[in-house]
């Protein structure tokens, strides 16, 4: 997933790729994801999430895989 502020610089001096595990955080994943890509946006920083999905029993991975389509690489 990714952000780009809206008339951002196409070529960022910036690119940050942010690993983030998650492990039956269904309630908090939206959250955290969006808040990190709002920072990014927030400082000129093309951001990349690497959201790692760890064997969860909640709806985690369903989740994740929604943010992905919403916000592809």
């Known amino acids: 997933m990714t952000t780009r502020a809206e008339g951002a610089d196409p070529d960022p001096a910036i690119a940050v790729d942010l690993i983030m595990p998650f492990h039956n955080e269904a309630e908090a994943v939206t959250g955290v994801?969006?808040?990190?890509?709002?920072?990014?946006?927030a400082l000129g920083v093309l951001l990349r999430v690497v959201a790692c999905e760890d064997g969860s029993t909640d709806e985690t991975r369903l989740i994740l895989e929604t943010l992905a389509r919403d916000r592809p690489v």
């Open 33 to 41: 994801i969006s808040d990190w890509l709002s920072a990014g946006d």
